[in-house]
Structures are given as structure tokens and as C-alpha cells.
């Protein structure tokens, strides 16, 4: 998310001026950044399943793609525009039901309580490379960039 929002400089300044968006920009960050390659652990199909793209037998194993609905253009209107503080339905980036992410809410805290203080404390950090030549790791379970080289004016 750090490494969004400094390729993103706009929405960067926009949560050092205000501070009090940092929630519902998370929450948008979280609905658009994929967290690995796969969005969930398979399923295996119960029964036969019939839809819009066929049926899909009992016993299969399925991965339902999370992203993909994250950025359901029927559920989310513009979906890849960063709106904080969208109405309506909420994303599936910490799963849903019996297995919804039993960390969401700590991890949704850890994320805030970073970006208020790395706000607060350096509020002209910058990517100190283009942000295409951030180098990545595209995991299954976690992507990420491999390193994040960024500066901020106190260092030039
Ligand atoms: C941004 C951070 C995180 C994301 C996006 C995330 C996402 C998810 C997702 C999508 C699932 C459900 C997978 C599925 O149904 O196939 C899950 C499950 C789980 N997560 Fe997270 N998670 C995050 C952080 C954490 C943290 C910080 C913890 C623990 C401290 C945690 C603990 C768990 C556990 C225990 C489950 C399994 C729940 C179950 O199967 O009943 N997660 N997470």
C-alpha cells in the first residue's frame, strides 16, 4: 500500500493533508491491491453447481477469483478508480463466512496506524525510483515489491 500511494503522489498529499481519509483509503487499497496470486485457498464443490458459466461438478476443485469481484464493475461503479468511502457493497479481500480472515481487523489496524504515522512523520516521502523499476516477488500467497527505495527532503 505504501508503494500505491508514493506511485500515486496525489493520493499520497491527500492523506497528509487530511489524515482522517487513511481509513476508507485503506479500505480501497484493500478492495484493488491483490494480495498474491491466487485470492483464496480452493474450494472443493459440494454438489453440482449450475450457472452462467456452466456447471461445475461435485468433487471439483475450485478457485473463485476475489479480485475479479473486487473489481465487478456491476458492484463497483468506475472500479478502478480509487473512491474512499464508497456506499455499497463492501469487498472480498478478507474472504467471507466461516473462513472470513480471522486478522482482519488487526491487520486493517496495523495498516492505519502505519500510514498515520508515516504521514505525520515524513510527509514528503517520495519513491526515490520511478515506481515502474520497483522491483517485485509475485507469490502465490503474498506479492510485494523486494524492496522499497524511497527518500524524503530532510535526506537530499
Ligand atoms: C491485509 C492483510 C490480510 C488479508 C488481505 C487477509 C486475507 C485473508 C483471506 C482472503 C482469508 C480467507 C481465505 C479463504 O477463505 O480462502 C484469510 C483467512 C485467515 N486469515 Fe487473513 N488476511 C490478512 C491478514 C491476516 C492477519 C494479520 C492474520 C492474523 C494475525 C490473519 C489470519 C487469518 C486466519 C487465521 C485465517 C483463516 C480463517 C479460517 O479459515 O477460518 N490474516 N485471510
Redesign the pocket.
Known amino acids: 500500500m505504501v508503494y500505491t500511494l508514493l506511485a500515486a503522489p496525489p493520493l499520497w498529499q491527500s492523506l497528509v493533508k487530511d489524515p482522517s481519509r487513511i481509513p476508507d483509503t485503506v479500505e480501497e487499497l484493500?478492495r484493488l491491491i491483490p494480495?498474491g496470486t491466487n485470492?483464496?485457498?480452493?474450494?472443493v464443490a459440494g454438489d453440482d453447481v449450475d450457472g452462467s458459466w456452466g456447471r461445475i461438478n461435485a468433487g471439483s476443485v475450485v478457485y473463485?477469483d476475489?479480485f475479479a469481484a473486487n473489481r465487478d464493475p456491476a458492484v463497483f461503479g468506475d472500479p478502478l478508480a480509487i473512491v474512499p468511502g464508497r456506499n455499497g457493497p463492501k469487498h472480498?479481500?478478507?474472504?467471507?463466512?466461516?473462513?472470513?480472515?480471522?486478522?482482519?481487523a488487526?491487520?486493517?489496524m496495523?495498516?492505519v496506524t502505519v500510514l498515520e504515522i508515516l504521514v505525520a512523520r515524513l510527509p514528503g516521502l517520495e519513491l526515490a525510483v520511478p515506481a515502474v523499476e520497483v522491483p517485485g516477488v509475485h507469490g502465490t500467497i503474498l506479492r510485494r515489491p523486494a524492496a522499497l527505495p524511497v527518500r524524503w527532503p530532510s535526506l537530499r
Not at 485470492?39 to 474450494?43: G, H, I, K, L, Y
Not at 472480498?92 to 482482519?104: D, E
Request: contains cysteine; aromatic residues 12%; glycine residues 12%.
Open positions: 484493500l494480495l485470492s483464496t485457498f480452493p474450494r473463485l476475489v472480498l479481500q478478507f474472504g467471507y463466512g466461516m473462513h472470513h480472515c480471522m486478522g482482519a488487526l491487520a486493517r496495523e495498516i
